[in-house]
């Protein structure tokens, strides 16, 4: 049964990770030149109104486990 959570919730996920990039993407085309610090702006705004809806302690976990994603896959880049 927790597999089948675990697949619900990735699925759930991946859902809101493409309506993210879609919104992402329509905002950098916007900002232009500008479109870098669009992005990181926007990674600002998400943290904290997921902090709102969450709790602090949940998207400093969350922006863990990207962090250790990134540095994996740099890793695997490298090698």
Known sequence: MSDTN???AEQLFDKA???????LE?????GGSL???VAVAMI???VNQ???ETSHEDVVDMLRD???QI?????????
Do not use: C
Not at 17 to 23: K, N, Q, T, V
Not at 26 to 30: Q, V
């Open 71 to 79: 540095e994996q896959d740099a890793e695997d880049d490298e090698e």
């Open 44 to 46: 600002e705004v998400a």
């Open 35 to 37: 479109s870098a610090y």
């Open 50 to 52: 997921a902090v709102d």
């Open 66 to 68: 990207l962090a250790n």
């Open 26 to 30: 329509a905002a950098m085309k916007e």
């Open 6 to 8: 675990n697949s619900a």
């Open 17 to 23: 990770l493409d309506i993210a990039e879609r919104h």
